[in-house]
């Protein structure tokens, strides 16, 4: 997913605090305005001056703030820095800068990785900040595709320094309600990845195009079977084939002609002399266990 740039500066008028949204029942949980879970004004965001020109907040001709970030082959690169004005909501995380006139709003999903760190102020002793590393795509599923930017945002000395846990929080909250959508595992047609029964049979029991779980008939126009090796369906048409008006069973058209059986005494109402002469499997009455008035 991309982030969006922005040339008007939101203003908190545009959400629906947290606090007011919890105290009462909205009309509607789809429509209306976004949920603003945090706020934080006049913070410092920075990037590694490489990658500049991915967020319109940070041009590529930006120049570097004196500082630098130790890299992870052990070299040091400079870094651009902008003050903004960071607006968590239910939605996105926006941010917008008063000097470059612009602003980028990030879905949530693009945030790969948050976290609080310690970062050296440039007066004083060191204080918390966000971490964030963010990555951009256009949909593409190679690596190649994205353009990944490592975000770091300094909350302001007046802010309570608590800033950078509550900011780390709201962003946690707010991405949990935007889950990574499913995709496959890699090892197949990800087109083809989905949860179910796949039934392997005849040509005649393929599965309709266009439609999943649903298998192809008989060519007599029949129904298909509902499992594979079993016999047809019964319905309210076919019913008389299988059972009397009495409601025993009669069996069904094998193919051949002959009503199917199901084995000696299926169907048979036993009288009750019969089952206690003899058991209920036919075996001998001395074989059971005598029974209890």
């Known amino acids: 997913m991309l982030a969006t740039t922005i040339r008007s500066p939101p203003s908190v008028d545009d959400y629906v605090p947290l606090s007011e949204y919890q105290s009462q029942t909205p009309e509607s949980f789809s429509d209306g305005k976004p949920v603003l879970h945090f706020h934080l004004k006049a913070a410092v965001a920075s990037i590694p001056k490489s990658q500049c020109g991915i967020l319109a907040i940070f041009p590529a001709d930006s120049p570097a703030a004196g500082n630098a970030v130790a890299r992870p082959n052990g070299d040091a690169e400079e870094l651009v820095e902008q003050t903004v004005d960071v607006f968590v909501n239910s939605e996105k995380v926006t941010l ?22 310690q970062v050296s102020a440039s007066q004083g002793p060191s204080t918390a ?29 007046s802010e309570s320094p608590r800033a950078a846990q509550q900011l780390y929080d ?44 649903v ?9 298909p079977p509902p499992m594979p090796g079993s016999g047809g369906w019964i319905t309210a048409e076919n019913v008389d084939e299988y059972f009397d008006e009495d409601g025993s069973w009669i069996g069904g ?4 002609g002959e009503a199917g059986a199901l084995g000696d005494g299926a169907g048979r109402t036993r009288p009750r002399d019969e089952v206690d002469d003899r058991g209920v499997n036919g075996d001998d009455a001395e074989s059971k266990r005598p029974r209890v008035e």
């Open 96 to 117: 917008f800068s008063e000097k470059t006139e612009s602003g980028v709003s990030i879905p949530y999903p693009s945030i790969s990785i948050h976290a609080v760190k």
């Open 129 to 157: 900040a966000l971490w964030m590393q963010l990555e951009f795509s256009d949909g593409g599923a190679d690596d190649d595709d994205f353009n990944t930017v490592e975000l770091t945002i300094l909350p302001s000395s």
């Open 170 to 213: 709201a962003i946690a909250n707010c991405s949990n309600l935007h889950p990574d959508p499913i995709s496959g595992d890699g090892d197949g047609d990800e087109d083809n990845d989905y949860d179910g029964i796949v039934f392997e049979g005849s040509v005649e029991h393929e599965a309709v195009e266009g439609f999943t779980g």
């Open 215 to 223: 298998l192809r008939g008989t060519a007599d126009g029949g129904l």
């Open 253 to 256: 058209n094998n193919g051949d």
